[in-house]
């Protein structure tokens, strides 16, 4: 059964930071991996989606890599505001338009 | 243009009432999927409608949960005899790419 694990579960930075979130999933037999944001009491938005056979997508500020075969991808963004502070969930699925397995997601807050 | 759509957004109920959350997906999009987000914990899939093929029930946690679609509109899920741990925000999500609506908060006292 797949499993996602992110760590840290959460995260305090000045403002202007460089950081990098962390998403290790157990069975390497994934088809698309997608990094989330949550923000309080709102629903889920899509940041970036990497399908298996990529090693890294960017998006601004924002670079997600996957590394298949450990298991593992990272979410590295760069400059860190305060309008970052939120909740980064990782999602894998295992087949085309399956449901997503998600971990519990990293808490970040940026201060100013 | 709009985006997934849910309704209520916050919803309080005694505990054995049935209550019944409706999402309304973007226009077009064949997928929807319902996932649970209790407190402290990551989401969990519920459900999984794709066109007009038989739904994914895989994720539904007890035969008080039922969800129905018609066709590529709107979508209800229905929870019989609610009990407390059923308390979560129910989240829908449109697309293979999963653009998800804001969530229904259910409370079950």
């Known amino acids: 059964k797949q499993e996602v694990t992110q760590i840290p579960a959460a995260l305090s930075v000045p403002e202007g930071e460089n950081l990098v979130l962390n998403c290790s999933f157990t069975d390497s037999a994934i088809y698309n991996l997608q990094w989330f944001r949550q923000d309080p009491g709102k629903g889920l938005t899509s940041l970036l989606l990497i399908q298996s056979s990529q090693r890294e997508q960017t998006s601004g500020r924002l670079n997600a890599s996957l590394d298949k075969s450990s298991g593992r991808s990272t979410l590295y963004i760069a400059a860190s505001q305060p309008g970052d502070s939120a909740t980064y969930l990782c999602?894998?699925?295992?087949?085309?338009?399956?449901?997503?397995?998600f971990g519990k997601g990293t808490t970040l807050s940026v201060s100013s | 243009g709009a985006g997934v759509s849910q309704s209520p957004s916050n919803k309080v109920t005694e505990k054995g009432k049935d209550v019944e959350l409706r999402c309304d997906p973007i226009?077009?999009?064949?997928?929807l999927y319902w996932y649970r987000q209790r407190l402290g914990q990551g989401l969990e899939f519920l459900i999984y409608f794709q066109g007009n093929s038989a739904p994914d029930k895989s994720g539904l946690p007890s035969d008080r949960f039922s969800a129905e679609r018609t066709g590529e509109s709107v979508s209800t899920l229905t929870i019989q005899r609610t009990q407390q741990e059923d308390s979560a925000v129910y989240l829908c999500?449109?697309?293979?790419?999963?653009?998800f609506g804001p969530g229904t908060r259910l409370t079950v006292l």
């Open positions: 999500a449109s697309s293979w790419e999963q653009f």
């Open positions: 999602a894998v699925n295992d087949q085309a338009g399956t449901a997503l397995i």
């Open positions: 226009s077009g999009h064949t997928a």
